[in-house]
């Protein structure tokens, strides 16, 4: 069976309405429901009193009808009267402002009175619903990715570069503490990277999202430890994009299952960028079969905040892109929405039964697909933060969107595989833009084609060693070339900065359709095609980042100027530029793709 459902909140809703919900659940193929995600204050409505009686019905009342249970732990919520009580406990910004209550996620994983109150409702959950026979699931938190730069945090740092490094003597070396005068005496002058006058080391940064992963991991590590003995598999919700500072490639190796959300950012798109999700979930699940625990049904929220429902049929689309890369379950958010509250809009199943209920009743009957490729593509999470550093030659390269571009390009079957999976018996490897590349992988991909392999990288590979310390000419034998020169797009993108107008203003919006963008001009009071430019950078979020994937003229947002040496040119610019170069390597072959080309299809083949 591949498992079907989504987020349930029976919390929010009265009982009788929990009747006809698992009427409308039996008639839809449901098999699994996510409930307590964010029921803390309502099974702990005091720091000395509990309630689960609620829950012990609702529980009953889905076990009664043959529905299984994903039981969270409800830790990414805490309830007021924690915050109240333990206001040290609550996140700080890199700018010094303490958070407080009323949003979610408001914790601060190095708190110890937020560990503390964390492990004891995990303990009282496992010791009251372990043994129910609705469990099928433990699902610890939701979607980790809080960033807290506070007096809990920076001595937690200060531990985790001793445990790194071991003395302080290797943290300047590696952090190049000489540059700008930040040579350390001890570990106790470090800080978090907090607000400071102008750009941040990027290797401290670099590794306080390290470090902020591993806190985060701690967290979570401690209430599986708690499930655990109660024989049920136990996971935690990977949630995916640029703000996440979280290596999933690292987590994958402490969950039961891999579980992943999935809010892809345009309906044009949303096929191939779930694919890609896809196969990078499996990667992370060492090709055994994934959960798709959340994706919103058949419709896309876009990155320009607008929600647009998905043409017909595209939901069961949707759920076959999953199905094909071998999910296990797929589940939505949500399958009622909320009556009020910040996702009140966010779209739910329960209207939506008769398009979806088919795909539930037809994955009830099958079973998950293994794929085999002998084909891989690259990803690391750290390289994609390391992207987005403000320090680098340009702010437009979007690591993510174009692995995406290329994991298209491939055409499936496609592993998309963590930069420490065995390379082994795959006739290709595609690893674009990899910006960090550490010692050891420049072995392994070496070897990988001396022994026959054909590797493909481009543009903005091996920039870097893991600390950000720049490695010229890494790649240079390996591909047979000289990169003389790196050379950041100059043209098409500039709209997005200045919001100048013409044709780089025209980049500056995300999708380039007038309709929409004239809305959103209005809504931001901001008139004509410079105003929707200017106010889309205005924003440092993910969103802002989307607004960098343009990649107008013939080198997209990166050429690398290349003196061929041992290698053969098979295409140049029009202007005469070498593009795309093949070098024999052993008995393998390198290609290097030296500009961010619109369209790789052709170089991204064996
Ligand atoms: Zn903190």
Redesign the pocket.
């Known amino acids: 069976m591949i498992r079907f459902g989504g987020d349930y909140n029976p919390e929010q809703w009265p009982p009788h309405v929990w009747r006809e919900d698992v009427a409308l659940m039996r008639s839809a193929g449901i098999s699994l429901v996510t409930v307590g995600v964010f029921s803390w204050s309502r099974l702990q409505p005091a720091e000395d009193r509990f309630d689960f009686a609620w829950l012990d019905e609702v529980l009953d009342l889905l076990h009664g009808n043959g529905i299984g249970v994903c039981l969270a732990t409800p830790t990414a919520s805490p309830p007021p009267w924690f915050t109240r009580a333990h206001p040290g406990a609550m996140?700080?910004t890199a700018d010094g402002v303490r958070l407080t209550h009323g949003s979610r996620d408001t914790y601060?994983?190095?708190?110890p009175e937020y560990q503390e109150a964390s492990n004891r409702i995990a303990n009282e959950l496992a010791a009251r619903y372990g043994q129910h026979p609705a469990l099928r699931l433990w699902h610890v938190h939701n979607e980790y990715g809080t960033t807290?730069?506070?007096?809990?945090?920076a001595p937690a740092f200060r531990r985790w570069l001793s445990h790194t490094y071991g003395e302080i003597g290797l943290v300047n070396e590696v952090w190049c503490t000489d540059f700008w005068s930040q040579r350390y005496g001890c570990f106790d002058e470090v800080l978090p990277p907090r607000a400071t006058q102008y750009l941040s080391n990027p290797a401290h940064v670099l590794d306080y999202r390290r470090f902020s992963s591993d806190a985060m991991l701690t967290h979570y590590l401690a209430q599986r430890d708690i499930l655990r003995p109660y024989g049920v598999p136990v996971t935690t919700n990977f949630v995916l994009g640029g703000w996440v500072p979280v290596d999933h490639a690292r987590w994958a190796r402490e969950v039961d299952v891999v579980a992943v959300d999935d809010y892809p950012e345009s309906v044009e798109g949303h096929l191939a960028a779930r694919a890609f999700v896809a196969d990078l979930a499996r990667g992370w699940a060492g090709g055994q079969p994934w959960m798709l625990m959340e994706h919103a049904p058949a419709a896309v929220r876009q990155a320009d905040g607008v929600t647009r429902a998905l043409p017909a049929g595209e939901a069961r689309a949707a759920a076959e892109t999953y199905v094909a890369g071998g999910a296990s379950a797929v589940m939505y958010f949500q399958w009622r929405a909320g009556r009020g509250g910040a996702e009140q809009w966010h779209p739910a199943m329960v209207p939506l039964l008769s398009e979806l209920a088919p795909i539930g009743r037809s994955l009830a009957t099958r079973t998950p697909v293994r794929v085999e490729s002998t084909r891989a593509l690259i990803y690391d999470e750290q390289s994609m933060w390391a992207w987005q550093s403000p320090h680098l030659p340009t702010p437009f390269v979007d690591y993510t969107a174009i692995t995406r571009r290329w994991h298209h390009a491939m055409g499936p079957p496609v592993d998309v595989l963590p930069i420490g999976a065995p390379l082994e018996g795959y006739s290709l490897v595609v690893a674009p833009a990899l910006h960090m590349v550490p010692a050891a992988l420049h072995k392994r991909l070496r070897s990988y084609v001396a022994d026959g392999g054909t590797l493909v990288l481009t543009f903005g590979s091996g920039l870097t060693d893991e600390h950000s310390r720049t490695t010229p000419g890494a790649f240079d034998d390996l591909c047979g070339i000289r990169v003389a020169r790196h050379r950041p797009g100059e043209c098409g993108v500039r709209g997005v900065r200045d919001g100048r107008s013409g044709e780089c203003g025209v980049c500056g919006v995300r999708d380039g359709r007038s309709g929409e963008c004239g809305v959103r001009g209005v809504r931001d009071d901001r008139s004509g095609e410079c105003g929707v430019g200017g106010v889309r950078d205005d924003h440092p979020s993910e969103r802002g980042v989307g607004a960098k994937q343009h990649r107008p003229g013939e080198y997209g947002v990166w050429l690398d100027e290349i003196d061929p040496q041992d290698a053969t040119v098979v295409l140049h610019s029009s202007e005469g530029r070498p593009l795309v170069t093949e070098h024999r390597y052993g008995r393998g072959l390198v290609r290097y793709v030296a500009a961010d080309l619109p369209d790789p299809t052709p170089w991204a083949r064996s």
């Open positions: 996140p700080v601060c994983v190095n708190a807290c730069y506070c007096d809990h945090c």
